[in-house]
């Protein structure tokens, strides 16, 4: 665990260097540069406060209200842009500090320590300067509870940060020091509300994502190198620990071998379909037999099995059996409560659904699927675990047993699924259009924005895709910028594709499937649509033209 610690320090002040922390600099300089001697070290404390607050709790009970990232970024941008008006209007901040001046001294001044000033300014960084935390933290946070080190690495990453930040901050006030005055005051608040503006707009981001592209791997990312060396991985893969229930059970339902006691659900958010939105624990479903579903709503696979678990929900319910799907997201969009309710409502999901946000009970589960089922008996031990689609029946006759070993043996009528599709053979596999897993897309994407030469049609190899015009290219996702379409070759019966709307909330992707136009889909909200279903799996080619500002995901194909 120290070593993991270790590596968080040095990590932390690699970011603190990196360009991550660029659009914050000008506001960062000028929140120390002005004030007393000791305002520096309240600006970087606040940061690292916050900062560790964000990653290790904060950002789970901003999510389980139903509130994603942008809402602590909202709020971080609100404090900049409060502080950088007090800082040029004087007497606004003289307002403003007298209410509070029993507390202590908010707002800037030219005189004094400036301390607690500088500590709520701080505040507001550490909520922006956040997302700037890599995968070696990203990785840490997931790991179990259990492990203890949570706290602990999140803290060694902050300290880093911290100790180079106020390195930073004491060296730009070293500089400004011959500048002080009412007029640099106003000038460097005039940059903190110009920061704030360029946040509103996202420009920050799209700066990030410019340097991202034309700046070195190791300028960008200086401790890449240290977040994937093999100490630091295989740490994290022992803190992990190997799943329990990767081995599927064998043999006659009736007896199902015992796989250990069922994990709680960990570090979850909203519940949906539970009394008064209440979340129900392992311990408190003792004496019902409990089917662990998780999924997220724009897989197809997860999709296909819904049929099924509303129907075994409709049958067994009253027997003792409890379904909970626990959605564990794979996009961004997927983490919005909102989305994830139209979805319940659209897939007619009766039984609890819990938010797992940030994976917390998959990791607790071990699990590496989607889906995945795993059946608890009454005495909340696992006995059953069935990944991917099928096994139906076997997975019926599992649930039928466990009810007859609680004593709560059901009828012989079985469930029957409603609108079940069955999945065709082989097709082309699913195919991603982000850089982070993107396969078989010509020209090959790369992260920002990019002008692309599409692959003619007739050059398409079975399963391959090309993209044309202009995109911005992010890590899961392509963005529509101008002219800019996908051209497939696939072999399928249905075409299904992750698809967002333009921020104005609706746009529309032009379909052509083997050179003659389809019906247009209309995109209005964040999920999966079918792009073209045949009677038979075939080779088709299929032709999109998206407009500006929609948002491709994933293809997948039954």
């Not at 379409?485 to 399928?492: D, E, K, L, Q, S």
């Not at 799996?537 to 948002?551: F, K, M, Q, V, Y």
Request: aromatic share 8%; proline share 7%.
């Amino acid at each position: 665990m120290a070593l993991l610690a270790l590596f968080a320090v040095i990590a932390g002040a690699a970011t603190a260097v990196s360009p991550c922390v660029l659009p914050i600099l000008p506001a960062l300089l000028g929140a120390g540069a002005t004030g007393g001697r000791r305002r520096p070290f309240g600006v970087v404390l606040g940061l690292a406060v916050t900062f560790t607050v964000t990653i290790v709790g904060l950002a789970e009970v901003a999510k389980g209200v139903g509130l994603g990232d942008s809402g602590l970024r909202d709020a971080a941008i609100a404090v900049l842009a409060a502080f950088g008006v007090a800082m040029v209007v004087p007497a606004l901040a003289a307002r403003l500090e007298a209410p509070l001046s029993r507390l202590a001294r908010l707002g800037p001044r030219s005189t004094g320590d400036g301390f607690w000033s500088g500590l709520c300014v701080g505040a507001a960084f550490g909520f922006v300067y956040a997302p700037c935390a890599g995968p070696i933290l990203a990785a840490v946070i997931a790991v179990s509870a259990a492990s203890g080190s949570t706290v602990l690495v999140g803290l060694g990453y902050a300290l880093g940060t911290a100790l180079m930040l106020l390195v930073v901050s004491l060296l730009g006030r070293r500089v400004l020091r011959p500048l002080r005055g009412p007029g640099l005051q106003r000038a460097l608040g005039a940059v903190m509300v110009l920061t704030a503006g360029a946040m509103a707009l996202q420009l920050d981001v799209r700066f990030q994502e410019a340097i991202a592209v034309h700046w070195p791997a190791g300028l960008v990312n200086p401790a890449r190198p240290l977040e994937d060396s093999h100490a630091v991985q295989a740490r994290l893969d022992r803190l992990r620990g190997p799943s329990r229930y990767a081995k599927r059970p064998s043999g006659p339902a009736a007896s199902l071998p015992d796989l250990g006691p069922a994990p709680e659900f960990a570090d979850t958010q909203r519940w949906f379909n539970t009394p008064g939105g209440r979340p129900l624990t392992m311990a408190g479903l003792r004496g019902r037999v409990v089917l662990i579903d998780f999924w997220t709503y724009t897989c197809i696979n997860c999709i296909r099995t819904l049929p099924y678990l509303n129907a075994w929900n409709a049958r067994y319910r009253a027997d003792g059996l409890t379904i909970v799907g626990v959605h564990s997201p794979e996009f961004p969009f997927e983490h919005d409560a909102g989305n994830v309710a139209r979805a319940i409502r659209a897939d007619h999901i009766a039984y609890p659904v819990v938010q797992d946000n940030d994976l917390a009970t998959w990791d607790a589960w071990g699990n590496q699927y989607w889906p995945a089922d795993y059946l608890v008996d009454a005495r909340g031990r696992v006995r059953y675990a069935a990944f991917g689609e099928g096994d139906y029946d076997q997975t019926e006759a599992a649930i039928r047993a466990l009810l007859a070993d609680a004593g709560r043996a059901p009828s012989a009528a079985r469930a029957t699924p409603h609108g079940a599709i069955a999945p065709s053979g082989l097709t082309t596999p699913e195919t991603y259009l982000g850089v982070e897993r993107a396969q078989g897309v010509d020209p090959q994407p790369t992260l920002g924005t990019h002008d692309y030469d599409a692959t003619p049609s007739d050059r398409l190899a079975l399963s391959r895709f090309t993209i044309g015009g202009r995109w911005s290219i992010a890590q899961q996702g392509a963005t529509a910028v101008r002219d800019a379409t996908i051209g497939a070759r696939v072999y399928a019966k249905d075409v299904y594709l992750v698809l967002s709307p333009a921020k104005h909330g609706r746009s529309t992707v032009r379909v052509t499937v083997d050179g003659r136009p389809a019906a247009p889909i209309h995109v209005t909200g964040q999920r999966l649509y079918t792009i073209a279903s045949f009677r038979s799996a075939d080779d088709h080619r299929i032709a999109l033209r998206l407009d500006p500002g929609t948002s491709a995901f994933a293809f997948t194909f039954g």
